[in-house]
């Protein structure tokens, strides 16, 4: 091992403390997106401290370090200085953080404000013990009952789901060889996103974005505001108690995470049953490296299942891969999507 006092290099506890205290920069953004302040600033409006103050209702106490605050990390741009700064957008959240966008990708950090921030404070207890931390510790309640129970809560998951995930949809749209085939099942389809996406980029290809009934009236509506109801419908599929529907390509994104090894395997069995010969299944997920030394995000979306769910975790490309191949598939194939993203191609 190098040491520092011989070969020139400083050692710092910097990135420590940034890291140890993330959350204090993480709830602060996450604060503005819950507020609207990107939306009250959407359309390359300029607006100053005290015109934020009073759209949104904020108290006199903070207002400047919390808009300088968004500043210094990035998140909003400013001319001058306290009572006569104005305010704006950078590019990015003017894109991704205006409700009022259809590129609107908040819909996570909505659900991460009013559900996930509290429930990893117990992350250690969670490590100790096993359990979930979130409503099925609280309330004895699942947290797809919690959100199935509440349609405006399960409106909310479905879209921040949506804008986690659009990247992939918009990478699988395109980078998938969809020429031999005709038809695609989403399962787990929610909003319907990536089915209207193939759509939109394979004109020749039928969809239909299956879920359970919930959700349904949330990918109509979807459906419509895109104008794709002639070659993308909705289906309703119970997955582990239904056959999925006959399908040249069956997709499953952000769905075998959810749930653990033997209902994970049962998922990839089911699908294979409903694929023709030469048929595809693509599942993709923030897939852990063959390593589990580099994606970081994916180990940490694996310890947010351990957090929301009583046995699902994340994977690699080549534990997915080996599951394919005992379900039958006769090849498999790993390929990157966007950022952490990547999917695994299975053909039967």
């Not at 401290?49 to 006199?60: A, T």
């Not at 797809?144 to 509440?150: G, N, Q, R, S, T």
């Not at 379900?327 to 299975?346: C, N, Q, W, Y």
Request: include cysteine; proline fraction near 4%; glycine fraction near 10%.
């Amino acid at each position: 091992m190098n040491n520092p006092a011989t070969n020139g290099t400083h050692v710092t506890p910097e990135r420590i403390m940034q890291t140890g205290l993330g959350f204090w920069g993480s709830k602060t953004l996450l604060a503005a997106v819950k507020l609207g302040v990107f939306t009250e600033l959407g359309g390359n409006k300029k607006l100053s401290g005290k015109d934020i103050q009073s759209r949104l209702k904020l108290h006199d106490r903070g207002v400047y370090d919390f808009l300088d605050g968004l500043v210094a990390m990035g998140f909003l741009e400013r001319t001058g200085l306290l009572e006569t700064a104005a305010y704006s957008n950078t590019t990015e959240t003017e894109l991704f953080l205006d409700k009022n966008k259809p590129t609107y990708t908040g819909g996570i950090l909505e659900m991460a404000n009013d559900r996930l921030f509290r429930f990893w404070a117990d992350l250690d207890e969670a490590l100790i013990t096993g359990k979930p931390q979130n409503e099925l510790k609280t309330r004895g309640v699942s947290m797809f009952e919690e959100l199935y129970a509440d349609p405006e809560r399960l409106k909310q998951f479905m879209q921040a789901m949506t804008g986690i995930s659009t990247g992939n949809f918009i990478a699988l749209a395109q980078k998938f060889d969809f020429s031999r085939y005709k038809t695609l099942v989403d399962i787990g389809g929610a909003t319907g996103a990536l089915s209207i996406h193939v759509a939109n980029h394979q004109p020749h290809m039928h969809c239909t974005t299956m879920d359970l009934p919930p959700v349904a009236p949330i990918a109509d509506e979807t459906i419509a505001q895109f104008g794709v109801g002639d070659r993308v419908k909705t289906g309703v599929v119970d997955f582990f108690t239904d056959e999925f529907p006959k399908a040249d390509v069956i997709t499953m994104g952000m769905i075998l995470h959810d749930w653990n090894l033997e209902q994970k395997r049962a998922l990839l069995a089911t699908a294979y049953d409903a694929l023709p010969e030469g048929g595809a299944l693509v599942v993709y997920e923030a897939l852990i490296d063959d390593d589990r030394s580099q994606n970081a995000f994916g180990l940490l979306m694996s310890l947010n299942m351990l957090i929301e769910t009583p046995g699902g975790f994340d994977y690699t490309g080549a534990d997915c891969s080996k599951w394919m191949r005992d379900a039958g598939f006769k090849s498999t194939r790993v390929e990157h999507l966007v950022g952490p993203d990547s999917m695994v191609i299975g053909i039967k």
